[in-house]
């Protein structure tokens, strides 16, 4: 009994793994034979996202014009323009990704629950564009500055023209033509000079003559100097004063007024032409100098020698 025991057990472990080998191979049989279909039925899948992602983008694209457009009409800055436009189109571009994921299986409402859970660490990671975001809400609320206006950051000390106002980041135009991109969480939090705010700007130059000089005649000079360019505003101060007496000249202060444009063009022709009108009326424009004294002495001992000394 024992011998036949064992011999049915080998036998039914035979069966069972003739068995398991035919329904492998079945399952195999099977998966070749769908292969084909399920991968038609993939490559319509993703042609069929491709199209629709295709698709969405032309439609993103119509939708952000038409609200460019609405928002012109309704005399909205530009400003506030390319902010909401950005905005826009990361919402809508993160709507149609969502929605493509979905046709592939992905449940939206899986992705939300599992982004709802992990708040708190997606906050932590996130933290630097949420500040940005707020940081570019502020900016549209408060506006410090404007699209066209020149600022000056005090923390990095980048300056330029504000071209771009978006999402997360404000681009500047240096006047050599380079793009800054600054995060709008720093602008919003630090210090700025808004250069262009106002529509006209004070120009300051110092000039120094030598003492020598004929001190009334040279501020003569640089006045009739402002009086004769024709940018400088008629209507405001125009100031020549000493402003310091320094170790080696008189330095005398050139203040005027231009309009924010003709700005840095008339300071540059004003400080040229103070130069040339110096010249040619003889006043002399120091530079720095010193003068050394020589005290010199000689001193005659008993046994003839003679020592020189030098004394500065």
């Excluded at 600054?182 to 529509?199: W, Y």
């Amino acid at each position: 009994m024992t011998i036949f025991g064992l011999t049915t057990g080998i036998n039914a472990g035979s069966i069972i793994e003739n068995v398991e080998a035919q329904v492998h191979r079945g399952a195999v049989q099977e998966f070749l034979s769908t292969l084909p279909e399920k991968a038609l039925n993939l490559g319509v899948r993703i042609l069929l996202a491709a199209v629709f992602f295709f698709i969405g983008v032309r439609v993103i694209k119509l939708l952000r014009r038409i609200v460019r457009k609405s928002m012109e009409r309704t005399g909205a800055e530009l400003g506030v323009t390319q902010f909401v436009d950005s905005f826009v189109k990361a919402t809508l571009y993160v709507i149609l990704v969502m929605g493509l994921a979905s046709s592939f299986g992905l449940d939206a409402a899986s992705v939300v629950a599992v982004l709802g859970s992990a708040g708190v660490a997606i906050g932590l990671a996130i933290q630097g564009s949420l500040s940005n975001l707020a940081g570019g809400v502020l900016i549209l609320a408060l506006k410090p500055f404007r699209v066209g206006d020149y600022i000056r950051e005090s923390h990095s000390g980048h300056e330029g023209t504000v071209t771009e106002i978006q999402i997360f980041y404000t681009k500047l135009l240096t006047p050599d033509n380079q793009t800054i991109i600054l995060p709008n969480g720093n602008l919003a939090n630090n210090s700025l000079v808004n250069i262009t705010a106002q529509e006209v700007r004070r120009m300051d130059i110092t000039v120094g003559i030598s003492y020598n000089a004929d001190l009334k005649k040279a501020k003569e000079i640089l006045l009739r100097t402002l009086e004769e360019d024709e940018d400088v505003l008629k209507d405001r101060d125009m100031l020549v004063f000493v402003s310091e007496l320094a170790s080696s000249s008189v330095e005398i202060g050139v203040r005027c007024w231009f309009k924010q444009e003709d700005f840095w063009k008339g300071k540059w022709r004003v400080t040229e032409n103070c130069k040339l009108n110096l010249d040619e009326n003889g006043i002399e424009i120091s530079y720095h100098q010193l003068d050394v004294h020589v005290d010199g002495r000689i001193d005659c001992s008993e046994s003839g020698g003679a020592k020189a000394s030098a004394k500065p």
